[in-house]
């Protein structure tokens, strides 16, 4: 069974403060990894998609970096505009279409 | 330039009552899923279908159907709602292995 774990669960940053957030993964033959941001109220959003282990993708502040068993989300000198809940998901190769995803980080840059 | 459109955004049921939650797509995706997202757990997949008349069961398919008539359109059906489908419901497009989008979600409350 694939398995996604975010750690943490929550961070509360001060603005420029720049941090980490952790993906766990178990998957049997990994597709893709893909990470998201959610807004309250609204659907996640796209950010990146990752292959293959060592492959890394940034975004603006975001940077994805990818391991056989872990990705990190790096979140470089953040604002207060970079509060969301950051979602990790697995696509496992030959299985259902779908991603299994993690619970997510919850992140809060103060001013 | 829609994307994923779901509706409606807010919904109120009583238990026992069946309804449909409606989702379009407007960027000719093959694939198409149903999630739901509940507090403290990752979204969770129900049914995908990867095509027009081709649909198939994902984690928590209990209690829920899906058809797919065309590339469009792939509705949720919910046959006599329970009070354990209260949830926020997401549906998503992609291409096989592609970046997927969802919609903005629909808030079910069944009491």
């Known amino acids: 069974e694939d398995q996604v774990t975010q750690s943490p669960e929550a961070l509360r940053l001060q603005e420029g403060e720049s941090s980490s957030l952790n993906c766990s993964y178990t998957?049997?033959?990994?597709?893709?990894l893909f990470w998201y941001r959610q807004d309250p109220g609204k659907g996640p959003e796209f950010l990146f998609t990752l292959y293959s282990a060592g492959e890394e993708k940034e975004k603006e502040r975001l940077k994805a970096t990818l391991t056989k068993k872990e990705s990190f989300l790096h979140i470089t000198a953040p604002k207060p505009e970079d509060s969301a809940t950051y979602l990790c998901?697995?696509?496992?190769?030959?299985?259902?279409?779908?991603?299994?995803f993690g619970k997510g980080t919850h992140l809060i840059i103060q001013p | 330039n829609a994307g994923v459109t779901q509706t409606p955004k807010f919904q109120v049921l009583k238990t026992g009552q069946s309804m449909t939650l409606q989702c379009a797509q407007d960027m000719n995706h093959e694939y198409m899923s149903w999630y739901r997202q509940d507090p403290g757990m990752g979204l969770r997949l129900i049914h995908y279908s990867v095509g027009a008349g081709i649909t198939d069961q994902g984690e928590v398919p209990n209690g829920y159907n899906v058809s797919r008539s065309t590339t469009e359109d792939f509705p949720l059906r919910l046959l006599s709602a329970a009070p354990s489908q209260t949830s926020v419901y997401f549906c998503?497009?992609?291409?096989?292995?592609?970046?997927?989008?969802f919609g903005q979600g629909t808030r079910l409350t069944v009491v």
């Open positions: 998957v049997s033959g990994l597709r893709g």
């Open positions: 998901a697995v696509q496992a190769r030959g299985g259902a279409d779908g991603l299994t």
């Open positions: 998503a497009s992609s291409y096989s292995q592609g970046r997927t989008f």
